[in-house]
């Protein structure tokens, strides 16, 4: 694009004349083209002009203020966003974008993307992390550069801990003389990306419409080949509201979109960790964030049941059947080898700590002495220094930097033909042994979960077993955290498709919960599953706004408050520490609870405009209670029933 | 001389008494307010930051060499926070806490086998 035969808005506000500048023609609607001597020649009666109006029509026309365009540069954008096929727009809405805004409602029809209203950009970015997990498509979320971002910046953090995609553009007014008052000075920033520059994997900040729709491409491209992080991509007001020139309407172009392969890992090494596999006697699978598409539960599968493997889950995916015999068998601590799957907490996964080394002094490997360590992540493609979620660094054997779901095809052939008949046999005895282990983890688990069975407040036992009951028969996704509620359903209930459980935060920022819940609702709607949420109380607290945006928008989900009336997270350190002291822990609940009042989410739901039920308190009113909430859900609506539980 | 002596017997073996079974009424009290449900629940069922102790199969010394000298994510209680007594008391609210019954006894989890 030729910056000098732009035409810029203070070119118009001095005063567009017709031959001022070459742009300004494409902006005003031109009156149809008359040939004077055709005009004479068909009217010759006519009276002669006077000098005046000879001046008119043949000296410099008068100044005029022109204040409309029929191609914003927004409009372009909208082209080049367009052609990566997001889905939605999740936004609050915000000045700085709001030419981008208006192109996508009205030249982009507000369809693909469709705008989503958000009441906050906390949930516009998670709302996208939580669409993605279900769907494996990215969503398009726009923030003020400044204050948009500032909200957005915790749920970008959790996104990019949890390796999940979210496109972020970032309106921002980088000229000076387009920023019209107080509060554009105050939304307007040098760097704007630079706030989350840590924890996002590319950003730019475009001059050029040619600029922005390179770097839009590039975006999308980086944030989808794995690891997969937040990209930001600034959009300046400028470009956004200013008309394109005829040459740029001419010479812009969209660039082509092509999304890289996933890196598989080295043949050697694979086939080294495969040696090391099938020789083993016990190995363990730790699983991470291993399933990045519906293909990579059957290929876990697939390598497990080769090597009759037992599969610790990390539960960051759905990752495994629950209910296959090898779900949650076999053990680090007696493995001799450990084959970590993008797991980002592997030393966690091979070490421990007491409670008095958790003050950061001492640790201990869990493994026995020997025991080959072999990890595959993309995350060893991928390192920033100043957020910590990398975790400590573990000693391993093997590092396999790559996409574990993408090695996973030639580890499990290479595992395959290696497998002689004789360790086929041990391979199947240890089999048997896990499977029965399976059983007994099973019948442990259904027996735990009668301790309390009838107690107020109600166990997240009977929470888990009175929602499965509701929802076995139903094409059902779980599409919140089980970390909060003793990893019940991953317990009692039978996960065995992609969408039956989505993970956690990524980084523990509370207030991904809800609006994770809604977005991945969302992405359940077009299937007609029944999307299922059980909602920590803490976290509505920060985001409640996000069940107005799910009632607005129709999207059904059913949340079961876990209404336990604490952060009790918090007040388990509270109790750690005054423990530690020696100072006793009847203090520790102050700052942690969430009592007097108690919070009614059943009423807060009621004033978003949601179906609500409860506070529920005896665990026999909860079934009936579930049974109404669904029909509702079925309906198409989101619904919410109050529970009140148990601490964990 | 022999009375003054039968009666610090008769002392000693309360206290024996109360030490190895423990005051269940106040040790419900000590277990809300010392915030053993916070982990281990209020029915003592367990959960993922603490074990199920209702029931606990420890007798009343287990349970304190426990408290004092935990392993995992427990804190440790000093005496100076919580008494030997206390803890007796608290083992005795536990050991009235039902413990695990059999799965085919609640048919909402009997169906899941």
Known sequence: ?648 | MKIIGLFVAALGLSIGFAQSNGNAENGKKLFLRDGCWECHGYAGQGSRDGARIASTALNAQGLIRYVRRPSGAMPAYVDKVITDQELTDIWAYLKTLPGPKPVKDVPLLNTLR
């Open chain 1, 1 to 648: 694009m030729a910056k000098s035969k732009k035409l810029d808005r203070r070119g118009f506000l001095k005063g567009a004349t017709a031959g001022a500048a070459a742009g300004a023609a494409a902006l005003v609607v031109k009156p149809p083209a008359v040939n004077a001597q055709e005009t004479a020649q068909a009217r010759p009666a006519a009276p002669l002009a006077t000098p005046r109006q000879v001046a008119l029509e043949t000296g410099a026309p008068p100044h005029v203020d022109v204040y409309t365009t029929d191609r914003p540069g927004a409009d372009f954008m909208v082209d080049v966003l367009k052609s990566l096929n997001f889905d939605y727009i999740f936004a609050n809405p915000g000045s700085s974008f709001r030419g981008l805004q208006e192109s996508f409602i009205n030249y982009g029809k507000n369809t693909k993307p469709e705008w989503i209203t958000c009441t906050h950009e906390e949930i516009s970015v998670a709302m996208a992390h939580g669409y993605y997990k279900i769907e494996g498509k990215p969503i398009l979320t726009l923030a003020h550069g400044t204050v948009g971002l500032q909200h957005a910046s915790m749920a970008l953090y959790n996104a990019y801990a949890d390796r999940v995609p979210v496109y972020l553009i970032l309106g921002n007014e980088q000229e000076i003389a387009f920023r019209r008052s107080d509060v554009e000075w105050a939304h307007s920033v040098q760097d704007a990306a630079s706030m989350v520059r840590d924890y996002t994997k590319w950003d730019d900040s475009p001059v050029s419409l040619g600029h922005f729709a390179e770097s839009a491409v590039r975006a999308y491209k980086v944030m989808m080949t794995p690891p997969m992080e937040p990209v930001v991509l600034c959009a300046n007001g400028q470009l956004q509201e200013e008309p394109m020139s005829e040459d740029d309407r001419r010479s812009l172009r969209v660039p082509k979109s092509v999304i890289p392969a996933p890196p598989a890992g080295d043949a050697a090494a694979v086939e080294q960790a495969a040696k090391w596999l099938v020789a083993a006697e016990n190995p363990v699978i730790v699983a991470g964030r291993v399933a990045r598409t519906p293909a990579g539960i059957k290929l876990l599968v697939e390598l497990a049941e080769t090597l009759q493997a037992g599969v610790q889950d990390r539960k960051f995916r759905m990752n495994f059947p629950s209910h296959h015999p090898l779900f949650n068998t076999g053990s680090v601590a007696a493995a001799d080898v450990v084959l970590g799957l993008e797991v980002p907490d592997f030393w966690n996964a091979t070490h421990t700590q007491t409670p008095i080394n958790r003050m950061g002094m001492q640790s201990r490997p869990i493994t026995k002495p020997g025991a080959k360590l072999v990890t595959v992540t993309a995350g060893d493609l991928f390192s920033r220094s100043n957020y910590q979620d990398f975790g400590r660094y573990t000693e391993v054997d093997l590092a396999i930097a790559a996409d574990a779901e993408a090695t996973l095809p030639a580890l499990t052939e290479a595992c395959k033909r290696l497998i002689t008949s004789d360790r086929k046999r041990a391979i199947e005895q240890r089999g048997k042994k896990l499977a029965e282990e399976h059983r007994r983890n099973r019948e442990r688990d259904l027996e735990q979960a009668t301790v309390g069975w009838d107690a107020s407040p109600v166990t997240t036992a009977r929470m888990a077993a009175e929602l499965w009951n509701q929802i076995k028969n139903e094409d059902w996704s779980l599409v919140s955290d089980t970390t909060f509620v003793s990893w019940w359903p991953l317990r009692l209930w039978d996960f065995d498709k992609p969408y039956h459980y989505i993970g956690g935060h990524g980084a523990y920022g509370i207030g991904y919960g809800a609006p994770a819940a809604v977005g991945a609702a969302l992405a359940n709607k077009k299937y007609g599953r029944i999307s299922v949420n059980i909602q920590c109380d803490g976290d509505l607290n920060y985001v409640p706004g996000v069940l107005w945006t799910a009632a607005h928008h129709r999207i059904p989900l059913l949340s079961i408050m876990h209404n336990n009336r604490a952060y009790h997270q918090e007040h388990m350190f509270l109790q750690d520490m005054a423990s530690r002291a020696g100072r006793g822990v009847e203090n520790a609940g102050i700052g942690v609870t969430l009592e007097d009042p108690h919070i009614n989410y059943a009423t807060m739901a009621k004033a978003y405009g949601m179906y609500s039920s409860g506070p529920i308190e005896n665990p026999n009113d909860f079934g009936p209670a579930l049974k109404a909430a669904l029909e509702v859900v079925k309906k198409g609506e989101p619904a919410l029933i109050d529970l009140v539980t148990q601490p964990r």
